[in-house]
């Protein structure tokens, strides 16, 4: 009985796999079909062609710039905010803390486009009350999909770096004033060096979230376009097997990194092991 | 807040607090508050701003009514305005959407966390998170091309003699909605898995042992043991995956039928084409409306928190 579920259970995790993979492969395969449209079924030979067009695509290029920027900016934003927000909302217990985590997670669940509209709307009437409405920084651009980017994924930053909070020990802190550490050097010293696991992580997830987004981007952008969007608007109108190209490495880009982490995980496993097997021998050896 | 100024001193705290009021004042609330201002006044050309016409208006929330359709829903013939149309049908082949999605996660969530061995958990884990690494964008478009009329699915089912002529997928063949499910089901599955795999992990597995022990059928302990456990979970992976797919505008742009209108795609021309930002504040504002009220229903009939929504 329990082997049998066992087996079912593996059978459907493999099922699942593929229904996850099928699709990126042939997305990825179309990438080396010698055929004018994206596709795989009349295989027309092997060509490499795809991807010399798409690396003498200058939008692609400017589009992926824009990507890295905005995401870097994001980074800059959301790390600080999110960790700020997580040191405030620890610190104060009740009501105040329900209603605050409120509106912290809030944009989590706002849909994207909600947050892109009003945004815009927001500088956009900003712009008109201090009189300035030409000036650029009222207007669509990067830089609003950066702010409402923001506003939603230092809410990300902020569960990561709270979570890590519950396990610090704020009697560390007290030691250090004891001992006469001034403001600065007890977050430096103390509490950050705590936190930075927390802080690495969320500083890729931000990232990592920029460059996915989507829907925020669509509606804060003016003419400049980030990669996401430029895929988009290559899908809309008339798609040629490049953009199958940019997946294929998009995709290598993701197993490769996905590699590193596993045999890094792996690595750290069997030090770990092995020190145990050590401390194991010389509890015996005592004995 | 006592507490921090003693620790951090006045300088610090005073930072932090500032970080958090942009955020929350400048990047959450007043963007909000922006929204809904504008969504009462009407979209005027940049000379009328402030003359006899900028006055408080609901004209923008009555467009929603205008323009009726013949329509049927479920056999019934009904004349309603189009775009609540379009908001009916976002709604409920977004429902649709979750629910196949909880129905394909469960089973695989459960696996996961009771069945696999522990050892494997790392590697099972991070292959499946391979395909939320590529980006959404890229996701839709594999499904596009699977999808399209001379694409590989048709190639597949006539290579294999299931049909002999080639099925157009995108303009449905149950509904005009086929495509945009399938797609948004396959996007957001995994919203769905890890909420439900993080609820299942914490159930103790001596009380699924017990009940079997007490002679349970398997269906009554996961309806009875497992399925209450993991409520936290299911009741986050449907607000999330619900959310995600009757936001998205990605998809249906995408790989939907011209008969196959989103209530995002309504708002995005309203603003972005026609350039009525007012219309289009008022329309988002009806859909936030209805997602609020959709998180709220589903914490009152799963009986969870927000926090326990949100993580």
Known sequence: ?287 | MEDLIRRYGTGLTAVFCLLVAFWILVLVILPNFSMLFESFFPYLPVAELGGPKDVFTLQNYEKILANPIETNWFGIPISIPVHISTFVDTVFFSALVTFMTLILAYPLAYFLAKVASPRSIPTLLLLLFIPMWVSEALRAFAWYIILTFNGPLNALLKGLGIIDQGIRWQNGVFTSYDAIVIVLTYCYVLFMLFPIYTAITSLDTNQIEAAEDLGSPWWRTHWRVVIPHAKPGIASGCVMVFMLSAGSLLVPTVVGSTKANWFPQTIYTWFNDALDWNTGAAYSMIFLLVCIIFVILAMRLFKVKLSDIAK
């Open chain 1, 1 to 287: 009985m329990s082997r049998n579920r066992a087996f079912l259970g593996q059978l459907y995790f493999g099922l699942f796999i593929l229904y996850l993979l099928v699709p990126l492969i042939v997305m990825a395969g179309a990438a080396f079909n010698d055929s004018k449209l994206p596709t795989v079924a009349p295989w027309k030979g092997f060509t490499w062609a795809w991807f010399g067009e798409l690396f003498a695509d200058q939008t692609m290029w400017g589009a992926f710039l824009n990507s890295i920027v905005v995401a870097l900016a994001v980074v800059a934003l959301a790390v600080p905010i999110g960790t700020a927000a997580a040191i405030v909302l620890n610190s104060i217990s009740g009501k105040y803390r329900a209603t605050l985590y409120g509106f912290m997670v809030a944009p989590v669940l706002a849909p994207g486009l909600v947050i892109g509209i009003s945004t815009v709307l927001f500088w956009n009437q900003l712009g008109q009350t201090v009189g300035a409405n030409g000036f650029f920084l009222f207007g669509r651009g990067l830089h609003l999909a950066t702010l409402g980017q923001v506003s939603y994924i230092a809410a990300y930053v902020m569960l990561l770096v709270l979570a890590r909070l519950q396990s610090f020990d704020p009697g560390l802190e007290e030691a250090a004033l004891d001992l006469g550490a001034n403001h600065g050097q007890v977050l430096r010293r103390i509490l950050l060096p705590h936190l930075y696991p927390a802080i690495a992580a969320s500083a890729a997830i931000a990232f990592f979230q920029s460059i996915e987004n989507f829907n925020v981007t669509l509606f804060t952008k003016a003419n400049e376009t980030t990669l996401t969007v430029y895929v988009f608007s290559q899908v809309r109108s008339g798609i040629t097997p490049k953009i199958n190209a940019l997946a294929f490495l998009l995709i290598l880009l993701t197993l490769v990194l996905a590699l590193a982490y596993e045999m890094n995980r792996r690595r750290k496993a069997r030090i770990e092991a092995e020190r145990e097997a050590e401390a194991r021998r010389a509890e015996e050896a005592m004995l």
